[in-house]
DNA sequence: GGTTGACTTCGAGTGCGCTCGAACTGGAAG
DNA sequence: CTTCCAGTTCGAGCGCACTCGAAGTCAACC
């Protein structure tokens, strides 16, 4: 494995692709704060490191699991901070971890009434057999 | 139980507080045509049945599991249309407990990596500390 | 050296699902 | 009889999360 290698620099578009996003959400993720400015090459074209997309990797994470924009930029700010907010940070992701345990639990409840209700319609179907 | 009893009917704001939607909400369902028209007392003002209030508590489901209001709409639409539906309702059902299922398994893959962060975290208060 | 295509910034536009303000009406309580 | 409250319609507005169009720049390839 060489130097090129080990140092993986992707475009916008790349890292994308990468993460399942489109270079207009990458721009603008970019722009509410969500991420910390992202390097540039020489002509001013964004470079996105390993560590960045693991980063984005872990916002659509947090998005997918209903986490609002605005509490992923509070995240970010956090992170931005360093060591001293880990203790916020973990408090954070456990406080998401219970909305997203809530959720679950939720859509269990709504699975249940969607199988009934499958099974009423197979039901009257048979009926008019 | 008295005949009063047994033909219950509410108003918008009782039925909204049921199901647990607006009043605005509810007239907007109408509006949509995700419900259809409530029956009116002779002021004029809607007065919800036990069965208008069974569906609405099944639109909440629905919508709680991510089904758009467009597909509501069609739903609503097959239904209007009676029995020989019930197939069609019944596989957009079908259709939608897969989705649910998978959103589901996403939201578990999802939760392990917020475990493992919350972990990470651990572990990196515990470096400092 | 010209063309192509991916990038840049900026501000405006979109789609969804409500949410609300305004102006009005009508039944019920004091 | 007046006050109050909950209802009515209509169209406009809002919050969220993107999404895009326009105009320009620049590196890479033929």
Same mark, same amino acid.
């Given at each position: 494995?060489?130097?090129?290698?080990?140092?993986?620099?992707?475009?916008?578009?790349?890292?994308?692709?990468?993460? @399942?996003?489109?270079?207009?959400?990458? &721009?603008?993720? +970019?722009? +509410?704060?969500?991420? !910390?400015?992202? @390097?540039?090459?020489?002509? %001013?074209?964004? =470079?996105?490191?390993?560590?960045? #997309?693991?980063?984005?990797?872990?916002?659509?994470?947090?998005? &997918?699991? %209903?986490?609002?924009? &605005?509490?992923?930029?509070?995240?970010?700010?956090?992170? =931005?901070? @360093?060591?001293?907010?880990? %203790? $916020?940070?973990?408090?954070?992701?456990? !406080?998401?971890? %219970?909305?997203?345990? /809530?959720?679950? !639990? +939720?859509?269990? +409840?709504?699975?249940? #009434?969607?199988?009934?209700?499958?099974? $009423?319609?197979?039901?009257?179907?048979?009926?008019? /057999?």
């Amino acid at each position: 494995m060489d130097i090129s290698t080990r140092e993986m620099s992707l475009t916008v578009g790349e890292a994308a692709e990468r993460v @399942g996003l489109t270079t207009y959400t990458l &721009r603008w993720y +970019e722009q +509410e704060g969500l991420v !910390a400015p992202v @390097g540039r090459d020489s002509a %001013g074209r964004r =470079r996105y490191t390993e560590s960045d #997309v693991n980063w984005l990797f872990l916002l659509t994470r947090l998005r &997918r699991t %209903g986490m609002p924009v &605005r509490d992923m930029r509070r995240y970010a700010e956090l992170a =931005r901070q @360093g060591d001293r907010t880990l %203790g $916020a940070r973990r408090a954070l992701f456990e !406080a998401h971890r %219970g909305r997203v345990l /809530a959720r679950m !639990a +939720e859509l269990e +409840e709504d699975l249940k #009434v969607l199988d009934h209700k499958i099974d $009423a319609y197979r039901r009257a179907e048979e009926e008019l /057999a």
